[in-house]
């Protein structure tokens, strides 16, 4: 029970630290600019971290178990779309019970960022 804790606490710090590191690279990328660029350094990189707490351990089961049976192309893929959907489930959960990192000036809109 201790390891399979550690491993998770390690899988999270990885991610965490993963995001950051490309947090902190877009940043300096001329065409990106943001609100409040310490709360995305902090709490835009845990939710950028979300992919990766799903995907590192996706990819730990198809690398490292020599002895489990082999990923065929199938499984592959249901796998892959599987951690999508547990993706896409965490940030609307994030989104639902959260919110965003900065508040949004036009409250009145429909509440789709990529909508007036």
């Known amino acids: 029970m201790a ?3 550690a491993e998770g606490v390690l899988v999270l710090l990885l991610a965490y630290a993963t995001a950051f590191g490309e947090t902190i690279t877009i940043a300096h ?5 943001f609100k409040d660029r310490s709360r995305m350094y902090s709490v835009g990189s845990l939710f950028y971290a ?7 351990p996706m990819f730990y089961r198809m690398d490292e178990q020599p002895r489990a049976k ?9 796998d892959a779309l ?19 990192i900065v508040d949004r000036q036009d409250a009145a ?7 007036p």
């Open 3 to 5: 390891q399979a804790v």
């Open 29 to 33: 990328f001329p065409y990106y600019s």
């Open 50 to 56: 979300i992919y990766f707490f799903v995907s590192f």
């Open 70 to 78: 082999p990923f065929t192309l199938w499984r592959a893929v249901v």
């Open 82 to 100: 599987a951690a999508g959907m547990i993706v896409t489930c965490l940030l609307d959960f994030w989104r639902i019970g959260i919110g965003g």
């Open 109 to 115: 809109s429909s509440g789709l960022p990529w909508m």
